[in-house]
């Protein structure tokens, strides 16, 4: 199994600020898919990104961008312009290209605090 | 229009009971699954089925049996529940075939509390 690692089990970022989350995981393949999913305190889970391994260029959606080191087995969560409703759990997940039952690995998250 | 709708969203019940919790999605996906995410709030999958088959059956106790009588429904029911199973239950669907890289559409969850 893959292990996925979120090291800051807590994190806070003042409004408008930018924050990282830090995510790093454990695989020998070379075709997988990385995500970052936010849940915020309605449970829901929300897609926020995604990158496939193969891309060398670093996937961003509006405010949200990552870093991904494939070298490193890195994949960080930049928010910019943090913003209230940016509070929420957020899990990064792996997902092997191979897999036959699709399934996702994911770590054991970081609660992020924004602070007015 | 939900994409993914789960029912109940809260279920509270005494040891020793059986229930059910159901999945419907509304997005023609092909494979679907049940998450356990514990007090910790860790996700693990128990169970993924790929049009009606199963095909991930991770080490849950027998006592929980997913039943998928379409590939747009996936319920799971729990025999002799124990407080132990109190958690939080997340159905999801994906459209393995051709998304592999996509990722799950997740449904609301259900909080399931044995007292």
């Known amino acids: 199994a893959q292990t996925v690692t979120q090291s800051q089990p807590e994190m806070s970022v003042q409004e408008a600020e930018t924050v990282t989350l830090s995510c790093t995981y454990d695989?020998?393949?070379?075709?997988?898919?990385l995500f970052w999913y936010k849940q915020p305190p309605s449970r829901q889970m929300i897609l926020v990104i995604r990158?496939?391994?193969?891309?060398?260029q670093n996937a961003t959606e509006n405010r949200f961008s990552v870093n991904f080191q494939k070298a490193a087995k890195s994949f960080s969560l930049k928010i910019s312009d943090s913003q209230l409703g940016d509070a929420a759990m957020y899990f990064c997940?792996?997902?092997?290209?191979?897999?036959?039952?699709?399934?996702?690995?994911f770590g054991t998250g970081t609660s992020l605090t924004v602070i007015p | 229009d939900t994409a993914v709708s789960q029912t109940p969203k809260y279920l509270v019940t005494q040891m020793g009971n059986d229930k059910s919790i159901k999945c419907e999605q509304n997005?023609?996906?092909?494979?679907m699954y049940w998450y356990k995410q514990d007090s910790k709030k860790f996700l693990k999958i128990m169970f993924s089925y790929n049009n009606k088959e199963l095909i991930i059956n991770e080490t849950v106790p027998n006592r929980f049996s997913p039943k998928s009588p379409d590939k747009a429904h996936l319920n799971l029911h729990i025999n002799s529940l124990e407080l132990g199973d109190s958690a939080v239950y997340f159905c999801a669907s994906s459209q393995y075939v051709t998304g592999p890289g996509y990722g799950y559409t997740f449904g609301s969850g259900t909080r399931l509390t044995v007292v």
């Open positions: 997005l023609g996906h092909d494979t």
């Open positions: 990158q496939e391994a193969y891309k060398q």
């Open positions: 997940a792996y997902r092997s290209a191979r897999d036959t039952g699709n399934q996702f690995y």
């Open positions: 695989t020998s393949e070379s075709d997988y898919y």
